[in-house]
């Protein structure tokens, strides 16, 4: 096939004028256009307000190489390519036995989707999740936004998809892929439920709304194939071999029942998600080998979701998607600070898992469709700003910040308007307001009840000051982001897991035979699909090594 790469059509573009563009760039007749298929779209907002789709096409055409050659001889083959599709391949299986069926501990996106490449090809896992089942998570979460009863197993934090399940369903991923196991996670989702846009567009988005059927429809292929899947099971302990430091079971405890159960397993997938912090201590006190490692904290910022289109788009009239942004700005002391999992009509959520402490996260419907954008603005932590050296200190560090949180918004989300954060970090009164106009009415967009306290309290005094010269610093990129009546809210603190899970770099084995730490809570990942594809290539060492359990 031919792949075509940056054509360029207006947003108001039609399906047929696309199809067009296609046709003159390769100068052949329509008829010989077999078919295509759009590889990613982008959007160009250099020249605002006039703003144009890009696209990279593969196309299906009769006599490829000839219309190759034709183009190269006038010098119009700048964007055309002969490309071979190279679809991903999930490896061969190998040829030990297994004794007994593998273990999956979390059903997030790195558990979830180990879980189904091994049921797919004859594995039969056993998936344990300590939340709820997808329909009745989301029941627990309302419940607990509508009157504050947290339910400690099930919330934002746990349950079946894991954290990413409320939240905007962001797919976009930075992590090189030779092999494709990112496209892989895009085309799974879409088999199941996602629309068939995030294939292409150039930042995926499901939404959480969207997401939850996808989860469920995978959970039920995972069945039919073969695989097990417990709710409300919480893995209480590891068990080794005698002679040697190897997996050989779990004990679970069934959090309904409130009884204990072993089962015997030599392959043990640990997939726990970022806030798994009573299982990363029961994994410390098993001497698995762990560290610390760095992450973010910081506060949510909500601004008119028109603000952000303005100055992302201009004047532009089209009708366009609500628009994002990714800012970031290094500080003089080294220190880095940056917006994350950025929510373009989106809401924040109260994201706590633990009584007494209080922590937020952004979410969007896939509509996007609320008055707010909101973003983390968050800076950047590591092992030397942790009271000690020991492995788990990092869950330490959120832990003071989020009862800090609790205790100042009254077990409420914590808000304070930027200017007010502003002056109490810096002794100061925030200057003129910029885009006065798109702050009128400006009010939260949040999923639980909020009180309105003075945030710079809940921070380490740096990290304040770090807010503030990142959210000003900031303002020059988009003007108005630094306004007095933005809102903040806080506390952003997981952003990703504060531990990493041995693991050796070619085996993907902890030190502990038949231990595979996996996906974003083991610290092998970053963000829906980087922690799914790390699900599959845990699932590729199983497969290369063992054949399918009978």
Same mark, same amino acid.
């Given at each position: 096939?031919?792949?075509?790469?940056?054509?360029? $059509?207006?947003?108001?573009?039609?399906?047929?004028?696309?199809?067009?563009?296609?046709?003159?760039?390769?100068?052949?007749?329509?008829?010989?256009?077999?078919?295509?298929?759009?590889?990613?779209?982008?959007?160009?907002?250099?020249?605002?307000?006039?703003?144009?789709?890009?696209?990279?096409?593969?196309?299906?055409?009769?006599?490829?190489?000839?219309?190759?050659?034709?183009?190269?001889?006038?010098?119009?083959?700048?964007?055309?390519?002969?490309?071979?599709?190279?679809?991903?391949?999930?490896?061969?299986?190998?040829?030990?036995?297994?004794?007994?069926?593998?273990?999956?501990?979390?059903?997030?996106?790195?558990?979830?989707?180990?879980?189904?490449?091994?049921?797919?090809?004859?594995?039969?896992?056993?998936?344990?999740?300590?939340?709820?089942?997808?329909?009745?998570?989301?029941?627990?979460?309302?419940?607990?936004?509508?009157?504050?009863?947290?339910?400690?197993?099930?919330?934002?934090?746990?349950?079946?998809?894991?954290?990413?399940?409320?939240?905007?369903?962001?797919?976009?991923?930075?992590?090189?892929?030779?092999? %494709?196991?990112?496209?892989?996670?895009?085309?799974?989702?879409?088999?199941?439920?996602?629309?068939?846009?995030?294939?292409?567009?150039?930042?995926?988005?499901?939404?959480?709304?969207?997401?939850?059927?996808?989860?469920?429809?995978?959970?039920?292929?995972?069945?039919?194939?073969?695989?097990?899947?417990?709710?409300?099971?919480?893995?209480?302990?590891?068990?080794?071999?005698?002679?040697?430091?190897?997996?050989?079971?779990?004990?679970?405890?069934?959090?309904?029942?409130?009884?204990?159960?072993?089962?015997?397993?030599?392959?043990?997938?640990?997939?726990?998600?970022?806030?798994?912090?009573?299982?990363?201590?029961?994994?410390?006190?098993?001497?698995?080998?762990?560290?610390?490692?760095?992450?973010?904290?910081?506060?949510?910022?909500?601004?008119?979701?028109?603000?952000?289109?303005?100055?992302?788009?201009?004047?532009?009239?089209?009708?366009?998607?609500?628009?994002?942004?990714?800012?970031?700005?290094?500080?003089?002391?080294?220190?880095?600070?940056?917006?994350?999992?950025?929510?373009?009509?989106?809401?924040?959520?109260?994201?706590?898992?633990?009584?007494?402490?209080?922590?937020?996260?952004?979410?969007?419907?896939?509509?996007?469709?609320?008055?707010?954008?909101?973003?983390?603005?968050?800076?950047?932590?590591?092992?030397?700003?942790?009271?000690?050296?020991?492995?788990?200190?990092?869950?330490?560090?959120?832990?003071? $910040?989020?009862?800090?949180?609790?205790?100042?918004?009254?077990?409420?989300?914590?808000?304070?308007?930027?200017?007010?954060?502003?002056?109490?970090?810096?002794?100061?009164?925030?200057?003129?307001?910029?885009?006065?106009?798109?702050?009128?009415?400006?009010?939260?967009?949040?999923?639980?009840?909020?009180?309105?306290?003075?945030?710079?309290?809940?921070?380490?005094?740096?990290?304040?000051?770090?807010?503030?010269? %990142?959210m000003e610093d900031f303002n020059k990129k988009i003007r108005g982001f630094s306004h007095p009546l933005s809102i903040l809210s806080g506390?952003?603190?997981?952003?990703?897991?504060?531990?990493?899970?041995?693991?050796?770099?070619?085996?993907?084995?902890?030190?502990?035979?038949?231990?595979?730490?996996c996906g974003e809570g083991a610290g092998y990942a970053g963000g829906i699909t980087s922690a799914a594809a790390d699900g599959i290539?845990?699932?590729?060492?199983?497969?290369?090594?063992?054949?399918?359990? $009978?």
């Amino acid at each position: 096939m031919l792949r075509i790469s940056q054509l360029k $059509l207006p947003v108001t573009h039609t399906e047929e004028d696309l199809k067009k563009k296609i046709v003159h760039t390769l100068m052949c007749r329509t008829e010989a256009v077999q078919s295509y298929e759009i590889i990613k779209q982008s959007l160009d907002a250099r020249k605002k307000p006039e703003l144009f789709y890009v696209y990279t096409v593969d196309v299906k055409a009769d006599n490829e190489k000839q219309l190759l050659k034709m183009l190269t001889r006038k010098k119009r083959a700048g964007n055309v390519q002969l490309h071979e599709a190279m679809p991903y391949v999930f490896p061969a299986g190998g040829n030990e036995k297994l004794k007994s069926r593998p273990v999956v501990v979390g059903c997030g996106p790195a558990g979830l989707f180990c879980a189904y490449f091994l049921a797919e090809y004859g594995y039969q896992p056993v998936l344990l999740e300590q939340g709820a089942p997808v329909e009745e998570r989301q029941k627990d979460v309302e419940e607990f936004w509508k009157t504050g009863v947290l339910k400690p197993d099930s919330n934002v934090q746990f349950g079946e998809g894991g954290a990413g399940t409320f939240s905007d369903g962001k797919l976009n991923t930075l992590i090189k892929d030779p092999v %494709g196991r990112n496209r892989k996670v895009l085309e799974i989702f879409v088999e199941n439920g996602a629309p068939k846009d995030i294939l292409y567009v150039n930042k995926p988005h499901i939404g959480t709304d969207i997401l939850r059927t996808v989860i469920r429809n995978m959970r039920e292929k995972i069945l039919v194939w073969g695989g097990e899947i417990h709710f409300h099971t919480q893995m209480t302990e590891v068990l080794f071999t005698e002679n040697t430091r190897r997996i050989r079971g779990i004990i679970y405890e069934d959090l309904l029942k409130k009884e204990k159960e072993e089962i015997q397993t030599e392959t043990l997938v640990l997939a726990p998600g970022h806030s798994a912090r009573e299982t990363f201590a029961m994994l410390f006190g098993k001497k698995v080998p762990m560290e610390a490692k760095s992450f973010a904290v910081g506060v949510r910022a909500e601004h008119p979701q028109e603000l952000i289109n303005h100055s992302q788009y201009g004047d532009a009239k089209a009708s366009l998607p609500a628009a994002a942004y990714k800012l970031t700005a290094k500080l003089p002391d080294g220190r880095g600070v940056y917006s994350f999992c950025m929510c373009p009509g989106g809401y924040v959520v109260n994201a706590s898992s633990e009584e007494g402490y209080l922590a937020v996260n952004g979410m969007s419907y896939h509509a996007r469709d609320s008055h707010n954008a909101n973003s983390a603005i968050v800076v950047t932590v590591t092992p030397e700003d942790f009271e000690s050296d020991h492995p788990l200190a990092g869950i330490a560090f959120q832990r003071k $910040l989020e009862k800090a949180a609790y205790k100042a918004g009254k077990g409420k989300i914590p808000v304070q308007r930027y200017g007010d954060f502003y002056r109490s970090v810096t002794g100061k009164e925030k200057g003129k307001p910029e885009a006065e106009v798109w702050y009128q009415g400006h009010e939260p967009c949040m999923k639980g009840a909020y009180e309105e306290t003075d945030l710079a309290g809940i921070f380490p005094a740096k990290i304040s000051s770090a807010l503030v010269d %990142g959210m000003e610093d900031f303002n020059k990129k988009i003007r108005g982001f630094s306004h007095p009546l933005s809102i903040l809210s806080g506390v952003e603190s997981r952003t990703s897991s504060p531990v990493r899970i041995v693991r050796d770099n070619h085996s993907l084995e902890s030190v502990i035979g038949g231990l595979y730490p996996c996906g974003e809570g083991a610290g092998y990942a970053g963000g829906i699909t980087s922690a799914a594809a790390d699900g599959i290539k845990i699932a590729e060492k199983i497969r290369q090594k063992y054949a399918p359990f $009978l």
